[in-house]
């Protein structure tokens, strides 16, 4: 090995976030399908030049505000649970504990990043019993987690894993060909055509479920009308069902969400949700069909499986600096505001 006086934690600082991207693509034929998708969008949740650019500001109440933060945008408030919708979260206690280990050591500063993950998965590999393949991405969610939080939050955070049930308690095998399928439209379902009616399974930090989305319709309005709890007292970005929203015409980005199943069953990126998806600087990828999308946008026409991320911002032109210089169409009024005008005014209507 080259001398070298750096160890891996400060070696990880040399790549930027397109070398993390081009590590990934790389690796994906070797992760197992159950996980390249959630792998990718955890990227995405929590990007490298985000994090980066938050370092170097102060005031984070100034911060959030001129991003429009809201939720949880720290990784290290949520080392243990920020990848919970991926297979792999089951062996995290010990990606982080051979993480924690190979943080200390030298680095090979000729070693490429996709081969610093494939030899650590290699271990955790051997150490947990399980295929390469279902842990090359939880190894890589490991090594940006050290690569953002530090060896020592790393150390401190206790580890905890949650307990697979359901569907993920199932094979990835099995995991992945039941996000394939679609809900039974019944004996004469073939003559049925507008009315068809799928599901939606959503995953957050701390729960699944899934509610109804009729045939053509977008996520966002279909998860309004899922009223089985109070959605705003568990995430105060959620005014209306399990997905945050707020404006329902792609202007505030608070609907942003990850495809883990599904994606080929939702409509095309329309023009606007790929200008907009820049300025919120959430790096969608180019595909007709990508796997992170605004739920307000995103028709369905089968059955999808999305993960919500735990936050939402407007952050592309001051993290990127890339964005084009676009007049923004008009935004219908926002939801968020008009319920509040109601709200308002019935009070006031009260009170004479």
Known sequence: ???????????????????????????LPEIHSVDRNALQIWFRFFPLEFHRYVKTIEDRAELARSL????????????????????????????????????????????????IIRRLA????????????????????GLMTLNQVGLDALKTAPGTIETPTG???????????????????????????????????????????????INEEEIASAS???????????????????????????????????????QEKLSEVSRRERRQMKVF??????????????ACQAKAFGNVTIVIPPWNGVFGKKVYG???????????TSAKKLRETIKNAVSSGSEN
């Open 167 to 213: 569907l993920m308690a199932r094979s990835p095998d099995a995991i992945v060909a039941e996000r394939a399928k679609d809900d039974s439209q019944g004996i004469l379902g073939f003559l049925k055509t507008v009315d068809k009616k799928f599901s939606v399974v959503y995953m957050d930090h701390s729960l699944t479920g899934s509610f109804q989305i």
């Open 281 to 294: 600087g959430y790096n969608q990828p180019p595909d007709e069909k990508p796997f992170l999308r605004l």
């Open 1 to 27: 090995m080259p001398e070298n006086n750096h160890t891996l934690e400060q070696y990880l600082d040399r790549f930027n976030e397109r070398d993390w991207h081009a590590a990934l693509d790389n690796l």
């Open 322 to 332: 890339n964005v084009e210089e676009l007049e923004l169409e008009p935004a219908t």
């Open 68 to 115: 429009a933060l809201q939720g949880k945008w720290q990784l290290k408030d949520q080392i243990d649970t920020s990848h919970r919708f991926l297979y792999g979260h089951r062996y995290w206690k010990t990606v982080k504990e051979l993480v924690q280990e190979e943080a200390v050591r030298p680095s090979d500063p000729g070693e490429s990043l996709s081969n």
């Open 224 to 262: 309004a009308r899922d009223q089985s709890r109070d959605w705003r007292a568990r995430d105060e970005r959620c005014w209306e069902g399990v997905v945050p929203v707020e404006c329902r015409s792609a202007s505030c980005g608070t609907c942003w969400v990850g495809v883990l199943g599904g």
């Open 122 to 141: 290699k271990a955790v590999s051997d150490q947990a019993g399980a295929a390469v393949p279902l842990v090359n991405a939880i190894t890589a969610v």
